[in-house]
Each structure stands twice: as C-alpha cells, then as structure tokens.
C-alpha cells in the first residue's frame, strides 16, 4: 500500500528534509528535473511545450523543468503568470535566460502543456491572471494538447479533493515525494488522471504522517498477501460457513446476490436465513445456496432471536441486511443477538437502516463488527445528509469508525475503508458501471466470505472492496458501464480471482 498524505503532511517532511540538510532549491531541481523528463515522455518527437509557472515552489519546479527542456534542444513557450517580478532572484536570473530562448505558438496534438501555476497551496478560487491561464490550458487541452500537471492540477484542493473555480483537468499528473488525498479522492482523482509518484529527496520515512492517522491507498500486492491460500488436501469446511440474513418477499434477489458473493469469494458454504415464503426464491436464484427459514411473518422481530442464535451456530461470520424488511423490533433484536454474536457480524442495507437510530446497539456487540454504508445510508447513522457526507468522507468514515470501534466501509467512488485506530484505505478500483442495484449485496456477500475463511475484519473488508471494484473493471471491458448488472460480477470475481493466481 502507498501513503496518502495531507497537505500538512508533505509540508512537515519538506521541513525535516531541509533539517536533514536537503535544500528547497535542491528539491525543486529533482522536482523539476522529473516534471521535465515526465513531459517528454508524453510528447511526440517533434512536440513542443508550453510552460505555465506561478509564483511559488510549484513555479520553480516549472522553471526547471522549462530549462531541462531547453537544454535537451525542445521548443519551448514559458510563462511566468502575474509577472516575474515576484520571483526569488535565482527564479528571476534563470526565468531571463529561458526567456530568450522561448517562443509563441498555440499548443495542439503531439505538444504537452507544463501546469506549474499553484500546485498544493490553493485554498480558494483561482482568479485574474491564474483564471485566465487556466482557460488557456483547457483550450489547449481540448485542441489535443497533452496536460501535465506538477504535483496537482491547478485549482484542486489538496485535502479534499475538492475542484475550485476554475480548475485545470490533467492529462497526467507528476506528485512530488508522496500521493496526496486529492489525488486519491474523487473528484479530484479525476481531475488528475493518470498519477505517477517522484522521489525529490523527501524523507522515506515508513511512517510520515507524525500524529495524524493514516491514510494510504490499496495495492494489487495488498490482496495477493491477504486473499486466503487454498490448500490441497481441503474441504468446503476447511473455508468457512456464512450466515446471510437477508431477502425477503419481492427482495430475494438481494439474498441470492449476497449468498453467491461469498461463495464466490471463497467460502465454503453459505446459508441465507429468511423467512419460509422467500426461502425457494432465492434458492431458484442460486442452488449452491442453503436454506434456513426464520419461522413468522413480516419484518424481524424480537421473537426471532433464538431462531436466529440457533441459525448462527457452526458459523464462521454473520451478514445482515441485504433485501431485509424493516421491522419496529429490528434495532432491539440486532441488540440482543449481537451481545451473544462472537464471530464477527457486517450489517449492510437495512441492518444499517434498523440501527440508524440507535447506534448504541454497536456498542453492545461481542464480535466484532463492519459497517458497508452507502452514503444515504451513512447519513442515516450519522445525522446527517447525503451531500455533507459525500463533502467530507474521508473525515466521515474515519470518525464513525474510530468513536465505534468498528470496520466501516464508506461505499462509492474511491470506497473507504476505516478502521477503529483510525487508519483509513482508498481503494482505487471500480467504475461509474457499478453504479447499480445489486452491487452492494455483492459486496456485504464477498466481505462475509472472506470473514468466513477467519480472515481479520480490516483485510476482509480491504480485500473485498478492491477485488469487488476489480470484478466491476473486469465486466466493464465485457460489457461496458452502462450495460453492467450486478450478476456479472459474479462471473467477473471468478476472472480476477484467477488472474491473481497466475
């Protein structure tokens, strides 16, 4: 896995790099030196660059780039945007002698545009000169031009990820020393494109987040060490036995969606637990599924315990949610069964919805438990609104998980994976595509399996959420996004599951 880090982050590593005797010019000639050598890898042979610098580091890491660029005998254009009166005087003596050299055309196909204007430091919307220059590199941009941006597009927040107004849409971008939250979250994630990491000389501490909880983003590597071997001389009992509970009358594809999710995620066996009526359903959906009828009518109530603890016995972890009807005795029920529950337990769907408003039910649980919010459903549990979590998620994820002490997986674009001490996972794979009723069953099915095969409930939840998303990219490339259902990613889990065994 990478680290994630904070703008205040990368600005205390650049403070320990200059205690460790590293100087700023230094780190901007390696930055600079990378940018450059980035830029003529995305132009053609004949391509020119346009570079845009700002005032600050960023425009210096621009400077550079600009003067390797001369000295490799490419054409050039450069800009100092608001003048170069407000250089450093070594910025001002090496801004001249490019100066000279620099010539006017309108970048097309084949040239790549330099974006060194604002890089980290912009906390508002650009304006004046920076806005105009913005507008100039997306109308190159949609002239063919390649955009390269240095560290991060001009105009994105670092934290947040968040876009001001206006802001640049990069073609690539070249981070300096680490990968930064906008890098990582949407929509900032799509503003940058294509990211690729430089070393300027920061430190490579294995630990540079100083009191801040971490955040780092999932890897390939992560899943190949976590995902459960197979042995030889197994049996289905050697993987695990999953308890959904889940579907109901009119809701069994959600049960069946769940159930296969967690077989195909390697569990043994899975068993849906629902009431008689939905039972055959979902067992027409799935026959590798079984079946465990919940005795009664209607939503679950508290009168279902036992049945429920009788359910549960022999199992390896627990699902509930996925296609459940609501009933008033759901929260008090969860109460119960999870203070007698010791393997552990995710609630996704409307076993979220049943706690929303009794989060104290969390606290009383015996195993240990995940969360699998989307962010309606977190907004539910939280108090809050679909469009302040989306604003802040990574804060929203990270505060639940930690004040709960609890697994959550914030669902959507970049799902997050928080941990109780804090930790938090991005997980870079999936598309728009998954954007589909079903999906999420499919994951709360995967998570449970791997739960199933005693896997922790911080890998289960980081392994599932990136072969999850991988599935989705799989049946994208079949299917395309617009097309994809939530069926294909059963078959696509299969695929990538023996890709990874290549």
């Not at 190159?140 to 597009?153: E, K, N, T």
């Not at 108090?383 to 804060?395: D, I, K, M, N, P």
Request: hydrophobic residues 45%; charged residues 20%.
């Amino acid at each position: 896995m990478k680290p994630v880090l904070t703008g205040s982050q990368i600005r205390r590593l650049e403070r320990g790099a200059v205690a460790n005797g590293v100087s700023i010019p230094t780190l901007m000639e390696n930055a600079g030196s990378a940018l450059a050598e980035r830029a003529l890898h995305f132009a053609s042979p004949e391509g020119r660059f346009a570079i845009l610098c700002g005032r600050g580091n960023n425009g210096g890491d621009g400077l550079v780039a600009a003067r390797k660029l001369a000295e490799a005998g490419r054409r050039f254009q450069l800009e100092v945007i608001g003048g170069k009166e407000k250089l450093a005087a070594e910025a001002v003596r090496l801004y001249e002698s490019l100066a000279r050299a620099s010539s006017d055309f309108s970048p097309g196909p084949g040239d790549v545009v330099v974006d060194a204007l604002l890089g980290t430091g912009v906390n508002r919307n650009p304006e004046g000169d920076y806005a105009q220059a913005i507008g100039r590199i997306d109308a190159w941009r949609r002239a063919g031009a390649w955009v390269l941006s240095a560290d991060l597009p001009s105009g994105l927040d670092t934290d947040s990820g968040r876009p001001y107004e206006p802001c640049v849409w990069a073609d690539a971008t070249l981070a300096f020393g680490h990968l930064k939250l906008a890098h990582v979250l949407e929509p900032g994630a799509s503003r940058c494109r294509v990211v690729q990491c430089a070393d300027i000389g920061l430190p490579a501490s294995s630990s540079p987040f100083g009191e801040d909880s971490p955040t780092f983003l999932l890897e390939l590597s992560d899943v190949l060490e976590w995902f459960p071997k197979r042995q030889a001389d197994s049996h289905k009992g050697t993987y695990g036995h999953a308890l959904i509970v889940a579907g109901s009358p009119g809701r069994t594809g959600a049960a069946a969606l769940c159930g296969m999710g967690a077989l195909r995620a390697g569990a043994g066996l899975a068993s849906i637990a629902c009431r008689p009526e939905a039972i055959n359903s979902v067992l027409a959906h799935a026959p590798e599924l079984m079946g465990l009828p919940l005795p009664g009518r209607g939503g679950l109530a508290v009168s279902d315990l036992g049945a429920l603890c009788s359910a549960a016995e022999g199992k390896q972890a627990v699902v509930i949610g996925p296609g459940i009807d609501r009933g008033e005795e759901t929260a008090e029920l969860l109460r119960l069964f999870l203070a007698q529950l010791s393997v552990p337990c995710l609630l996704d769907a409307d076993g979220l919805n049943a706690v929303a408003r009794h989060l104290d039910v969390l606290s009383s649980a015996k195993g240990p438990l995940i969360l699998t919010p989307h962010p309606g459903e977190m907004a539910r549990l939280i108090g809050s609104t679909s469009t302040q979590v989306q604003r802040e998620r990574l804060a929203v994820a990270r505060s639940l998980a930690t004040s709960r002490k609890l697994v959550v997986v914030l669902k959507g674009a970049r799902t997050l994976v928080a941990l109780p001490d804090g930790t938090v996972f991005v997980n870079p794979t999936g598309n728009a595509g998954m954007a589909t009723a079903g999906t999420g069953d499919v994951l709360a099915g995967i998570c449970g399996g791997l739960l199933a095969q005693k896997l922790a409930p911080a890998r289960s939840a980081a392994v599932a959420v990136y072969a999850h998303g991988r599935a989705g990219d799989i049946a994208a490339q079949r299917v395309g996004q617009a097309g994809l259902v939530a069926s294909d990613l059963l078959t696509a889990l299969g695929e990538q599951w023996r890709r990874l065994e290549r």
